[in-house]
């Protein structure tokens, strides 16, 4: 690949290049990973490290009662493995528990499921790591204990987050010391997390799942209307998956398996393919119109067929099957927009993190607290999702709400193989974003050449309901006049933390790494 490294787009960095790099969306958690490279540390043992500093910098996004997935190239066997770490539902649940219900709540202890993310650092590290586990999460023991000053963006969706919060157990006393959010530029401490992280530290998670926090999880949960028990969290386990994979123009685009939505994006560029999307060039309204539409596409299928696996009615594979998509191509009209149904309208609060080092070891990990702050419940430090707020009450959806069962998950990390060789780790947040995020920044690299940091700094477009579409306030003219002529009712939505997206892309030369971070939150990229 032969990029251009011109500057087209608002944002204006360059894209970092080094033989050992870490990109995610604080400065502060890349340093981190940084830290444990240069130690002696593998890429797992940095993506570890960075993880668990963003849990405590970026509280509003994620936290140490996330979920987590991760897609690793290992040089080692030469091949690419997935991790999926997200939670399922306590045992206890039905579809009786939610009854008179219009849904699973949003907020609140009834809206949490095991989380996961404590449980995929350990794989990761047992399988992948170098250095002792204890050290990855020094780093961010001593941010919590000491503080850190909140940067701007943080501290805007803080703020927005405490009205809404404030009335969660546990929230107002950890994360509004002064009764309030606090101020970009404040200096933050969280003492109750470092001691927290100290304990996962010294028992490589067990306190986590089986010990001391647990215990503390378990009965915060039944003094607040929670149904979750020990049992629940012991049976959580990380589970090592295949990725899927769809070839698209000499190179291979993989995602985990559903239970996420990474199949979207999959699906959307499986269509795409079927039309010369490199000679329109990213300005031509027929490039977006055709995006927009692909991914409306496989918007309906996959709202309606994915879930846990262990429930679903039709398989990933048959998902992809390259005659079905050539057969949902055709539906689109170049000439008008369509009502296809595409997703509902979720939003999310999650941190999208990489990292790569001179073995060729690439990592990409996605973890998330789900909506700002998730649950809004805090356990003495510990921030926990609202994942279970996936599911679907619909008796006749294979993500209706179970018990031991994994909800339908927005996050999504993504990888890039050319010839059997890892090419690129990537990945954009931000709810059901994601696959169109994945989506356009791949296309911007393959089909237009662009740099990764030019892949993120391009303006997108976000799908929503019906023939609804989001789009950047540096959408060019044409293409905005275009749209709404075919039939699209366009928004602009200022808030391009959230309804943009967010992401990152390594992507690997001869010679090192190429890597872009995201001009929509406070993060960038380091190496050496």
């Not at 011109?6 to 790099?21: A, D, E, F, K």
């Not at 000053?149 to 943080?154: A, K, Q």
């Not at 002064?178 to 992280?197: C, I, K, V, Y």
């Not at 926090?213 to 009965?219: D, E, P, Y």
């Amino acid at each position: 690949m032969t990029f251009n490294y011109s500057r087209p787009y608002p944002g204006g960095r360059s894209p970092l290049m080094s033989r050992n790099v870490v990109s995610t969306t604080h400065p502060l958690a890349a340093q981190a990973g940084l830290q444990m490279i240069r130690a002696g540390g593998s890429a797992v043992d940095a993506i570890i490290a960075t993880a668990a500093v963003l849990t405590v910098v970026e509280p509003c996004s994620n936290g140490l009662g996330s979920d987590l997935f991760a897609l690793i190239w290992s040089p080692g066997d030469k091949a690419l493995h997935g991790l999926n770490s997200s939670g399922r539902s306590p045992q206890a649940w039905t579809p009786d528990t939610f009854k008179g219900m219009q849904g699973v709540p949003m907020r609140g202890w009834m809206s949490v499921s095991v989380p996961g993310a404590i449980a995929g650092w350990v794989a990761l590290s047992k399988r992948y790591g170098k250095l002792p586990f204890a050290d990855l999460l020094a780093p961010a023991i001593d941010v919590a204990e000491r503080g850190f000053m909140v940067t701007p963006i943080i501290a805007g969706q803080w703020a927005r987050a405490v009205p809404i919060l404030k009335e969660q157990p546990g929230y107002a006393e950890h994360f509004m010391p002064r009764g309030r959010a606090p101020a970009a530029g404040e200096l933050f401490r969280n003492p109750a997390q470092a001691e927290a992280l100290r304990l996962i530290a010294d028992s490589e998670g067990e306190s986590f799942y089986r010990g001391q926090l647990a215990a503390r999880i378990v009965a915060h949960a039944k003094a607040h209307g929670g149904m979750m028990t020990g049992i629940d969290l012991a049976a959580h386990a990380a589970d090592w998956v295949d990725p899927i994979r769809m070839s698209y123009r000499g190179y291979e685009v993989a995602e985990i398996p559903p239970n996420g939505q990474g199949i979207a994006a999959l699906m959307a560029m499986g269509m795409l393919e079927q039309f010369d999307i490199k000679s329109l060039g990213p300005e031509h309204p027929d490039y977006w119109h055709l995006s927009i539409e692909a991914m409306k596409l496989a918007f309906r299928d996959v709202h309606a067929q994915v879930a846990d696996p262990e429930f679903m009615n039709v398989s990933a594979s048959a998902m992809l099957d390259r005659d079905f998509l050539r057969s949902r191509a055709k539906l689109i009209d170049m000439k008008r927009a369509q009502d296809f149904s595409p997703s509902a309208m979720l939003t999310g609060g999650t941190v999208y993190l990489n990292a790569a080092d001179e073995s060729g070891m690439m990592v990409s990990l996605i973890q998330s607290n789900y909506y700002g702050f998730g649950s809004g419940v805090v356990v003495d430090g510990i921030s926990l999702q609202n994942r279970a707020y996936g599911f679907t009450l619909d008796p006749a959806h294979p993500n209706c709400v179970a018990g031991g069962k994994r909800p339908f998950h927005t996050i999504i990390p993504g990888f890039i193989l050319k010839d059997g060789q890892p090419q690129s780790a990537f990945g954009v947040m931000g709810g059901h974003m994601q696959p169109q995020g994945h989506m356009q920044t791949a296309i911007r690299m393959i089909d237009f050449g662009e740099n990764p940091q030019a892949a993120l700094d391009g303006p997108r477009f976000r799908v929503e309901q019906g023939l609804e579409v989001d789009l950047e306030s540096w959408t060019p003219d044409n293409v905005r006049d275009s749209l709404a002529q075919r039939g699209h009712k366009l928004k602009e939505n200022k808030d391009s933390y959230m309804d943009f997206g967010s992401g990152q892309i390594i992507w690997k030369t001869d010679n090192g790494y190429i890597t872009g971070s995201d001009c929509r939150r406070d993060g960038g990229a380091v190496g050496f």
